[in-house]
């Protein structure tokens, strides 16, 4: 039976229970690194099962998914991989693909970002639906020969997806099964499988003109894409699941700044509010719930969504971009070629991600200094933001200034981004 004891110096509490090996029956004693005595004991009770051999790996891997303490789940892991090494006499995750995945996601759940977790978790759980039995097979008998079933997988996304996605999909992929390499030395059977081209005639993203900006705008008087689009514009390409879900406590209207945390990277953002943006959310009925939406309908469908992605919001972007002429209208029935809302569809050269190009391009031209674009615009990683020294709030005050107006925007005849004034 585990018990539970905590030393007088530290504040964590430790797990005593016992561990049935091949040869003995031993006490063990590891520390959990938790403060809450409710899950440490839950934690303990778990760990002298897996000691006695009476929960399954799957058992293990998804109690520990459902502690949400990240330095808890660390060493939580480490010490079932302990136990399971001890009583099995092999590591976690060797008995089949699917468990040594289940173990692995798992290990890096901490390491992720929640959205990134959801992503690699989705990846993974198709890939194994793509491979079906092949996924139960014993880990140590997969092999170069199998990169048959990884090539099948890429090949069946392609046929559904932009060659971006399918990429990034392989790239997961072949991240699984170097870990399964290294640590079961097999050769991978992903190791050689490259992702998939560019189609010669797929469209570049390019970055919004202000006329078109102006058309799409007042396509959406009116509604929250008013403000989403001010918002894309104005914040320098921000993310649209990161505006969707902007609360009222994330603008200060006082110091017209925005503070937020990105979902997809972690980044903390703290940015000057142009006065187009500020003006609008100034204009919107007020709320004593700092808590509150700003665009309660948009965080909706983020919510509801499946990984809490963006989908949704993009495709009723797209339409917005139809109804304003700038883009082909979709079809929802099937095509003459059979295909309909399962068949991939062509890359659209501007989205609401071209807002990030547009608002470069404006600040470069108007000659704000590259180091203040890129602290303005973010990075995708920590590491390419380290290229570039911290930019004080002056300077970027001053920089987003020479964003265009509203007046701008509404009023432009197509000139392209030449001749634009500043933000009022």
Known sequence: MASLWKHPNSPFWAACFSVYTPASQLRWKRSLKTTDAKLARRIADTLDDAGRAVVSEGEINGFCEKIADTRARRATVRIFDDVFRAVHGREMGGASLRAFTASWLSRIQAELAPQSYDKYKQVTDAFLSSIGSAADRDLTSFG????????????????????????TTMKIVRQLFKVAAQRFKIESPAQHVSGVRNRAHS???????????????????????????LAGLYTCGQRLSD?????????????????FTSRKTGRRIIMPIAEPLADYIESLRSTDDPAAFIFPTAAGHISRAKSEQSATLSN??????????LVRRRSHAKAKTGKGRSARRAAS?????????????????????????????????????????????????????????????LGATGGGQKGQAKSK
Do not use: C
């Open 243 to 259: 505006i969707a879900t902007w609360r009222h406590e994330n603008i200060d209207l006082v110091k017209r700044e925005l503070a």
């Open 203 to 229: 469209s570049p993203r390019r970055e919004f003109k202000l006329h078109e900006i102006g058309r799409v705008l007042r396509v959406a008087k009116g509604s929250e894409w008013e403000g989403m689009i």
């Open 316 to 325: 009723q972007f797209y339409d917005m971009l139809a109804r304003a002429g």
């Open 349 to 409: 050269e501007i989205s609401f991600h071209s807002f990030r190009h547009t608002a470069t391009s404006l600040l470069k031209n108007a000659g704000i200094p590259h180091s203040v674009v890129m602290d303005i615009v973010g990075h995708d990683s920590a590491a390419a933001s380290q290229i570039y020294t911290h930019v004080g709030d002056v300077e970027k005050r001053k920089a987003v200034r020479k964003l265009p107006s509203l007046a701008t925007l």
């Open 144 to 167: 170069a020969r199998d990169d048959v079933l990884v090539l099948q997988f890429r090949d069946e996304l392609a046929a559904r997806v932009a060659p971006g996605t399918v990429n």
